[in-house]
């Protein structure tokens, strides 16, 4: 039987299961200034978190967000990403520390859009460690088998997780 959702605050709950000696952690919702992320500070190392769900994040929201994901690194918490939405990998291929200093990505959803039959479609792709992030620009449409097309801008995903891993950056601590 499945624990039942934990809400963080706001429109963002956390699915919580013990899975393969770590925790996974499913969010789900929006992430505002409301959102308390305190409890999965306090889950066992590592967490995997699995980010699909994440429909929306403002400005205050990311603000919280890195916040927390400083507080685990800092914990010690061994972190990591798993099926990113498109709304977080937009905030992580602008902000820098988005995703930590330590934590490592291991999949993302990519959005493809179909000129032919305006089909919309996320392709999961897996992160290689160590290695290119290699996103298709195009991929066959499963509706009417045209070329679907990348749904955002390829440069978006340029260097996205070069250096993923340790990465030697600086959390701020005050406001700038």
Not at 28 to 36: H, K, L, M, N, R
Not at 47 to 63: F, K
Not at 119 to 145: D, F, H, Y
């Amino acid at each position: 039987m499945a624990n039942p959702a934990q809400d963080l605050g706001g429109k963002l709950l956390a699915q919580i299961e013990p899975r393969d000696g770590g925790t996974w952690v499913a969010l789900a919702g929006t992430v505002t200034e409301i959102a308390d992320f305190t409890p999965l500070t306090k889950l066992r190392s590592p967490l995997r978190l699995d980010l699909i769900g994440i429909e929306r994040i403002n400005s205050l929201g990311v603000r919280s967000w890195i916040h927390f994901v400083r507080d685990c690194e800092l914990a010690g918490l061994e972190l990591s990403f798993e099926r990113c939405s498109p709304v977080m990998i937009q905030q992580l291929s602008m902000i820098s520390n988005f995703m930590g200093t330590r934590s490592r990505v291991k999949s993302l959803f990519v959005p493809y859009l179909c000129p032919m039959c305006n089909a919309e479609q996320l392709s999961l792709l897996e992160v290689a460690p160590n290695g290119p992030l290699m996103v298709p620009p195009t991929i066959p449409c499963p509706k009417c088998r045209a070329t679907m097309h990348l749904d955002e801008l390829e440069e978006m995903y340029t260097g996205l997780l070069d250096g993923q891993g340790p990465r030697q950056r600086a959390y701020s601590t005050g406001s700038r």
